[in-house]
């Protein structure tokens, strides 16, 4: 947690950078609306994985990946386009060809929080309301005052009851308030609410799993709880955060993070195929898919993130639905922000989040 010095000293050093952030891409005409929308948050995925694959030189460190053969066998090749294909098959040979993928910094496609702290807190903060919170400066579990989209769209007549949250990481609820708002939001190791077989057989394994990880449920669970929620409740807009990157990156495991990236691109695969298996949803769905931070852009760094480390803001998102034409990789000289996001949902379903400050993102 940040001292109150820390923070005054921040609020007077880096202030003119706030005034600085233009939103140089904004949308000028309606996005395409979709009838449902599914945001997925992969926490603390850095760019440099997304679009290049594994890093040679954390690859092959014995620090950070002790079995670098086996490693190297299953994700490693000479070139980006098929270190990444490796790592994210689903990603780069269905996302990228029906749908938008911006934040390649190798092309001056830049995508960055806009917050200062470059945290998960503040990451999420920003991305589901719409703004930045310079009083929301760590992880630690408070209410946020803010009003975030999810219970924005919630309270609108169309969506009522119609929106739900699945996150791995037990701060969810409070980043979103779900106290203050009603919103259905099963984070941690929280159990489900129902009374189907499975729902049952996934409180069954969350209870007696036996794990030191107390904060961070393990994505896997956190997926199946949701996309049995999706059978049963079938809500229009549901949001899957999944954590595991970023905690195994904090632990300094490069190769088990690189392990659950290539975890969530099959879940995100899976997702999608029961969406285009699923009446209601079928040609019906938009997926947002994105990140809360970026991490240190070198070897001995990249397993951190904060405002002193070079590379936190870097992030990156992606978005395939009905409408959305298939640019593929933009490689056009932008800026966006995550800031941006809360008005790009929002507009997605046809709706206008008043409480947002930042503009929707122009798509291609």
Request: with cysteine; glycine share 8%; proline share 4%.
């Amino acid at each position: 947690m940040k001292s109150i010095w820390t923070c005054f000293v921040l609020g007077i050093v880096l202030t003119p950078v706030i005034a600085k952030h233009e939103f140089t891409s904004v949308a000028k005409t309606p996005l395409p609306v979709t009838r449902n929308l599914f945001i997925i948050t992969v926490d603390g995925f850095r760019w440099q994985e997304l679009f290049n694959g594994a890093d040679s030189s954390i690859l092959h460190s014995e620090k950070f990946t002790p079995d670098h053969s086996t490693i190297g066998l299953q994700y490693w090749a000479s070139s980006a386009k098929e270190r990444r294909e490796k790592l994210m098959p689903f990603f780069w040979k269905v996302i990228a060809t029906k749908g938008q993928v911006f934040g390649n910094r190798h092309w001056q496609n830049k995508v960055d929080a806009a917050n200062l702290y470059s945290l998960s807190y503040p990451g999420y903060n920003e991305m589901f309301t719409g703004n930045t919170d310079m009083q929301i400066s760590s992880n630690r579990k408070r209410k946020n005052p803010n009003i975030n989209i999810f219970e924005y769209l919630n309270r609108q007549p169309d969506f009522a009851g119609k929106v739900a949250v699945f996150s791995s990481w037990d701060v969810f609820p409070f980043i979103l308030n779900s106290e203050r708002n009603g919103l259905p939001v099963n984070s941690g190791y929280v159990a489900t609410n129902g009374e189907t077989d499975a729902q049952q057989m996934i409180n069954t394994v969350q209870r007696e799993t036996i794990t030191d990880k107390k904060a961070t449920r393990y994505d896997q669970l956190t997926f199946l709880a949701a996309r049995e929620y999706l059978q049963i409740n079938q809500p229009r807009v549901l949001c899957l955060g999944l954590g595991e990157t970023d905690e195994y990156a904090h632990d300094g495991r490069y190769d088990l993070y690189l392990q659950q990236a290539s975890q969530v691109d099959r879940m995100i695969a899976d997702l999608w195929h029961w969406v285009q298996t699923t009446p209601g949803y079928k040609n019906n769905t938009t997926f947002i898919i994105t990140t809360d931070h970026g991490r240190g852009s070198r070897t001995g760094n990249w397993t951190s993130h904060g405002e002193f480390i070079s590379g936190s803001s870097q992030a990156w998102f992606a978005v395939m639905g009905p409408g959305i034409e298939p640019a593929g990789e933009i490689k056009s000289d932008e800026q966006h922000y995550l800031q941006q996001l809360a008005q790009t949902m929002a507009g997605m379903l046809g709706q206008k989040f008043k409480q947002a400050e930042a503009p929707a993102i122009a798509l291609h």
